[in-house]
C-alpha cells in the first residue's frame, strides 16, 4: 500500500480542512526510533480512512520541556506561534502521540487562547475499537507477555489509565501488570526535562530502577506510549544488555503489527 | 461556682494564646501572593472525597484504615468535647443528653472510637519507635520532627485515656444504667472494686478537668507543631488545586511582557510611566509564594508519603518533596517576626532558594506527579519546585548548561534537538 501523508498546507490550497491535525512532535520527528512509532500510527490513520493533516516541517516544539525547566518566557513565545499556525489552519481537534505535547495542549494552551479538542492517540485508538472501526486480533502477540507501563503525562497527569490497557486488551493475550501500575506507576526518568539534562549525583537511575522492575515482570513486550518513555527503556535494556529477552514496542507499533500493516 | 470560673478562666487563657497564634498565622498570609478560590461545589466534593472518606490515606490500605479510624473518631469525639466546654462553662453535667436518641448513639460512638483510637495511637508509636519504617526517615526529619511526632502521638493518647477514665467513672457514678452509653468503658468499670461516693466522684473529675486542660494544651501546642494539621488539612483540601496534575500555573506577567515583544509596535518601546517595577518572575524566597503555598506547609504532617514515591530520591538524590514542604514552614519560621515587623520588603539576607532549597533538588524533579497523588492532603510539591526553577531560568539564567543549550535549540530551530525543521517530514517519505 502506498501511505502518503497530507500536509496542512496543501489541504488547504486544495480548500480542504481535515477534521484531525496529528501532532507528531519533536521526538516523532527527529528521533530514529520513534519516526517508526510516528510512521506506524499515520499508517493506522490511514487505515482506518481518517480525515487528518500533518503540519510537516511548519511544526514547532509546543515549548514543553522549556515550561518544566522554568523558562516560562520561552515556552508563551512558543506557544503563542503554535496557537498562530493552528489559528491559520482553522484546527479544532489535535490528536498527539506525545503525552507531553498532549497534556500541554489541553491543560496549559487554554490560558494563553488556545483551546482545541485535544486527544491522545491512545483514547483515538481506544474510540475507534469502541465504534468498531477499528477491528484488531491478537493472532501476532498470542502467547506475548506485555506489560505496559504508564507514562506519568497521560495516566497521573491526566487520569487516563484504561485506553491504552483497552488496546492491549484486543491486541495480546497475555497481559501482566506491573508491580506500580497506574496511578501508582513509575516515571522512567525523562520528565520534568530530565531528558535534555545530566542527571544529579544519586546511588541509581530511575530508568534502571523501573527497567529492572519491567524485566523482574518476566515481560516479553513492555509497551509504552511516550516517546521520552521508549527512550529510557532502549537504555535501560540495552544497559543490563537484555534486547534480546525483552522488546520495547509503542501501542501504535503493536496496533500496527496487528493489523500486519 | 468556683469550678466555673476556675474553667472560664483557663478556657479564656486558651482562647487568647490561639488566637494570637491564628492572627499571627493570618497576618503572614495577608503578605503572600493571592490565590484565588472559585468553584465552591466542585471543592466542597473534593473534601468529602480527600478529607471526610480519606481516599489518599487508603492508598495504603492497612494503616491508612488506622489512621481514618483515627480520624473519624476524633470527629465523634469532638462532639462530647464541645459538650464539656458548654458544662463546664454553665456548672451543668452533660447538657446535651437532652438531645436524646441521637446524643446516646455519639456517646455510645465516641466510647468505642475512644477504645480504637488508643490502640491505633499505640500502633503509630509502636511503628515510630521500634520499627523502621523508611519514610520516616531522610535528611529533613530532624530529632526535633521525630519529638514532635511522638510528642503529638503521646497527647492523643493520653487524651483518650482520660476520655476513658471520665467515661468509666461517669458509668459508676450514674444511677441509670449506662451501659448502652458507654460499652467500651462499662465494661472495665465492672473490674474496678466497690468504691465509695465520694472516691468515684473524685476520680471522675479527675479525670475531666485531665481530658479539658489536656484538650487545651493540644490545641496551642498544635500551631507550632506538624500536628496543626488537625486542624489545617480539612481546609487545605478544599482549597486544593482542581485542575489536572500535569497542569502548570499560568504566569500573567510573562504573557504580558512576550505579548509586547512579539508586538512589532510595542517590541521597542520605553515602559510607560509611573507603571510599577515589574514584580519578581517565580519563587526565591518566602514572599513570593502564594498564601496556600504556606497554608500547604501548615497542613504537612510530614507523613513522607511522598518522599516515599518520588523516582529521584529513591535513586539517591538530593529532592524530597517532604523537605521542600517543611523548607516553605521553616523559612516562614525564621523569617516571620522581621515580615511581621518590616512588612514585605524585609530582607535578612537569607532566601528560601539556596538558603533552604538547593538547586541540587530542584533540578532532579522529573514533574511525575507522584508526589502530589499520594499526598493526603492535597499538596501539589512540582509547582512549587517548577516556581522556583522559574526564578532560577528566568531571573538568573542559572539554569544546567544541558538545558540552557536545549533553551537555544527551541529558540533557534524549534525543537529541543538541534535538527533543521526540515527534517521534520523525513519521516513521511519513507513510509514503505
Request: glycine share 6%.
Amino acid at each position: 500500500m502506498e501511505y502518503t501523508i497530507p500536509l496542512m498546507a496543501d489541504l488547504l490550497q486544495q480548500n480542504k480542512k481535515p477534521e484531525y491535525l496529528f501532532w507528531v512532535g519533536c521526538a516523532g520527528a527527529f528521533d530514529q526510533r520513534y519516526r517508526k512509532v510516528t510512521q506506524a500510527f499515520a499508517k493506522i490513520l490511514i487505515h482506518l480512512g481518517t480525515d487528518f493533516g500533518c503540519l510537516g516541517a511548519e511544526e514547532t516544539c509546543t515549548g514543553d520541556p522549556a515550561r518544566r525547566a522554568g523558562n516560562e518566557m520561552l515556552y508563551q513565545m512558543q506557544a503563542l506561534q503554535v496557537i498562530e499556525t493552528l489559528k491559520a489552519y482553522d484546527v479544532k481537534k489535535i490528536i498527539a502521540i506525545c503525552p507531553h505535547c498532549f497534556n500541554i495542549f489541553k491543560n496549559e494552551y487554554p490560558d494563553l487562547g488556545g483551546n482545541y479538542e485535544v486527544i491522545h492517540y491512545t483514547q483515538f485508538l481506544r474510540d475507534a475499537l469502541d465504534n468498531g472501526k477499528l477491528k484488531i486480533s491478537s493472532d501476532v502477540f498470542s502467547g506475548k507477555n506485555v506489560t505496559f507501563h504508564d507514562p506519568c503525562y497521560l495516566g497521573r497527569a491526566n487520569d487516563e489509565y484504561e485506553a491504552p490497557r483497552t488496546i492491549l486488551q484486543k491486541a495480546c493475550t497475555q497481559i501482566t501488570e506491573l508491580p506500580r501500575n497506574k496511578s501508582f506507576a513509575l516515571c522512567c526518568g525523562a520528565g520534568g526535562a530530565q531528558m535534555f539534562k545530566e542527571t544529579e549525583a544519586g546511588d541509581s537511575e530511575v530508568f534502571a530502577e523501573r527497567t529492572r522492575e519491567v524485566v523482574e515482570s518476566k515481560a516479553d513486550i513492555v509497551a509504552t506510549s511516550c516517546p521520552f518513555c521508549m527512550t529510557m527503556f532502549t537504555d535501560g535494556i540495552k544497559f543490563i544488555d537484555k534486547q534480546d529477552e525483552i522488546k520495547n514496542l509503542d501501542i501504535a507499533e503493536i496496533v500496527a503489527q496487528a493489523l500486519k500493516l | 461556682m468556683i469550678k466555673q470560673i476556675v474553667f472560664l478562666l483557663v478556657l479564656l487563657l486558651t482562647l487568647a494564646v490561639f488566637s494570637y497564634s491564628a492572627w499571627r498565622i493570618f497576618r503572614l498570609m495577608r503578605l503572600l501572593k493571592p490565590f484565588p478560590i472559585k468553584e465552591f461545589g466542585k471543592r466542597f466534593r473534593e473534601m468529602m472525597v480527600v478529607a471526610m472518606f480519606q481516599s489518599r490515606i487508603f492508598r495504603r490500605p492497612i494503616v491508612g484504615l488506622m489512621h481514618a479510624l483515627v480520624f473519624w473518631g476524633f470527629l465523634v469525639i469532638l462532639f462530647g468535647s464541645i459538650e464539656m466546654i458548654i458544662d463546664g462553662l454553665f456548672g451543668t453535667e452533660r447538657i446535651l443528653s437532652a438531645l436524646g436518641p441521637v446524643y446516646t448513639v455519639l456517646i455510645f460512638t465516641g466510647d468505642v472510637f475512644a477504645l480504637i483510637v488508643l490502640i491505633a495511637i499505640k500502633a503509630f508509636l509502636g511503628r515510630r519507635i521500634f520499627m523502621h519504617i523508611p519514610r520516616f526517615y531522610g535528611v529533613e526529619m530532624k530529632p526535633i520532627s521525630k519529638l514532635d511526632a511522638n510528642l503529638a502521638l503521646t497527647l492523643i493518647l493520653l487524651l483518650m485515656v482520660s476520655l476513658l477514665g471520665m467515661n468509666i467513672f461517669y458509668d459508676l457514678m450514674s444511677q441509670r444504667t449506662a451501659a448502652s452509653c458507654f460499652p467500651v468503658s462499662h465494661f472495665i468499670a465492672g473490674f474496678i472494686p466497690v468504691l465509695e461516693t465520694g472516691t468515684i466522684h473524685f476520680w471522675h473529675e479527675l479525670f475531666w478537668w485531665t481530658h479539658i486542660v489536656l484538650i487545651f494544651i493540644f490545641a496551642n501546642y498544635l500551631p507550632y507543631s506538624k500536628h496543626f494539621h488537625v486542624f489545617m488539612s480539612v481546609p487545605n483540601v478544599f482549597l486544593s488545586r482542581l485542575e489536572p496534575l500535569g497542569y502548570l500555573s499560568h504566569m500573567p506577567n510573562i504573557e504580558k511582557e512576550v505579548r509586547m515583544m512579539m508586538n512589532p509596535e510595542t517590541a521597542f518601546a520605553a515602559a510607560p510611566e509611573g507603571e510599577a517595577a515589574p514584580e519578581r518572575f517565580g519563587v526565591k524566597d518566602i514572599e513570593d509564594v502564594s498564601w496556600k503555598t504556606y497554608f500547604d506547609s501548615l497542613a504537612c504532617t510530614e507523613c513522607g508519603r511522598c518522599t516515599s514515591v518520588c523516582p529521584a530520591n529513591m535513586t539517591g538524590k538530593k529532592l524530597s518533596p517532604r523537605k521542600i514542604i517543611m523548607d516553605v514552614r521553616a523559612r516562614m519560621k525564621e523569617k516571620s517576626n522581621g515580615l511581621l515587623k518590616h512588612g514585605k520588603t524585609y530582607d535578612d539576607q537569607r532566601a528560601l532558594l539556596r538558603e533552604f532549597i538547593s538547586e541540587e533538588e530542584l533540578w532532579a524533579c522529573t514533574t511525575c506527579n507522584a508526589c502530589a497523588r499520594e499526598c493526603p492532603v492535597s499538596i501539589n510539591h512540582p509547582s512549587i519546585i517548577v516556581d522556583m526553577r522559574r526564578f532560577l531560568v528566568m531571573e538568573e539564567a542559572a539554569a544546567p548548561a544541558a538545558l540552557n543549550s536545549m533553551f537555544s535549540y527551541i529558540e533557534n530551530n524549534g525543537a529541543p534537538w538541534q535538527y533543521p525543521a526540515e527534517d521534520r517530514e523525513i519521516w513521511m517519505n519513507n513510509m514503505n
